[in-house]
């Protein structure tokens, strides 16, 4: 038996509900060996591709696509087959800061005391925007490639509890600083 990598509730080889999904998204003993779920890499090279964003929009989101690998500790060309458990580990790693190493044995640093709330919520938006979740000619993109999306549906919700909601006004002198 093979290891099924779609990690959705539906099959991409029989286009029906797969029989096997376990409740993290995790297909363990499915018959097909599917790996059509893109790597992290073809996810930056499809948004690149297909969005309408500034250059400078489409700079930030490559940047935090190649670093988020890193997070479930795995490298740019790997699948992104991401269950529940992977989503809620690579949370903790960004909240906490951890180091993590690149393609060529390189360590990345993710910052120390781990990114604030905000900055995990955009790491996460920009996977569901590099898997096309709003965006219909992103995901016409991986169906012309023969690829399905990665699935958003498993991404954690990021607790803002910790962060003060007092918004720090800066006075002309200071922006200048």
């Known amino acids: 038996m093979g290891h099924c990598k779609n990690l959705i509730a539906m099959c991409a080889k029989t286009h029906q509900p797969c029989p096997y999904a376990k409740y993290d998204g995790k ?12 790597t992290f890499a073809q996810m930056v090279d499809i948004y690149v591709k297909t969005t309408k964003s500034s250059p400078l929009r489409v700079k930030r989101v490559i940047d935090m696509m190649l670093k988020l690998p890193v997070a479930f500790g795995l490298t740019k060309d790997d699948h992104a087959t991401l269950g529940i458990s992977d989503w809620k580990e690579a949370y903790e790693r960004l909240k906490n800061g951890r180091f993590g190493t690149d393609d060529y044995g390189k360590t990345i640093y993710i910052k120390g005391k781990g990114y604030d709330p905000a900055t995990i919520q955009m ?21 012309e ?14 607790d803002f509890s910790g962060k003060s909601s007092e918004i720090e006004t800066l006075s002309t002198e200071k922006v200048r600083k």
Do not use: Q, W
Not at 27 to 38: G, I, L, Q
Not at 123 to 142: H, Q
């Open 123 to 143: 790491f996460f938006a920009v996977f569901s925007a590099c898997a096309g979740k709003n965006d219909k000619n992103i995901r016409n993109m991986y169906v």
């Open 145 to 158: 490639r023969g690829l399905t999306p990665p699935n958003c549906d498993f991404i954690p919700d990021v």
């Open 27 to 38: 297909c363990a003993v499915a018959e097909c060996e599917n790996e059509v779920v893109p």
